[in-house]
Nanobody, 119 residues
Framework: VQLQASGGGLVQTGGSLRLSCAAS????????MRWYRQAPGKERDLVAS???????NYADSVKGRFTISRDNAKSTVYLQMNSLKPEDTAVYYC??????????????WGQGTQVTVSS
């Protein structure tokens, strides 16, 4: 199983970016999907999560600015980030809790994508 994240980059304050993360491999079913971020010298924090039924949850710092969504047919989770601020600068990681075709359930991580917001 692999998670491939993409969509990061450099943007000015107030700009937008859309992150994508596609899961592939021996997957039977994907449960929760999440986005985390880690700024230099800080811990990795949960940004947003979405259940298989598309119930969502957000960190207070991104509510009203970020939107998480998913396409179950494509095994892909998205993070639309609007009104970006310099404090959003971090490496963003996707995470998926999934069941593979051997019926084992585990958490998997993507490789991280850098988001830099200039002031």
């Amino acid at each position: 199983v692999q998670l491939q994240a993409s969509g990061g980059g450099l943007v000015q304050t107030g700009g937008s970016l859309r992150l994508s993360c596609a899961a592939s491999g021996n997957i039977f079913r994907i449960f929760d999907m999440r986005w985390y971020r880690q700024a230099p010298g800080k811990e990795r924090d949960l940004v947003a999560s979405i259940t298989r039924g598309s119930a969502t949850n957000y960190a207070d710092s991104v509510k009203g600015r970020f939107t998480i969504s998913r396409d179950n047919a494509k095994s892909t989770v998205y993070l639309q980030m609007n009104s970006l601020k310099p404090e959003d600068t971090a490496v963003y990681y996707c995470n998926a809790n999934l069941q593979d075709r051997t019926w084992r359930t585990n958490d998997y991580w993507g490789q991280g994508t850098q988001v830099t917001v200039s002031s």
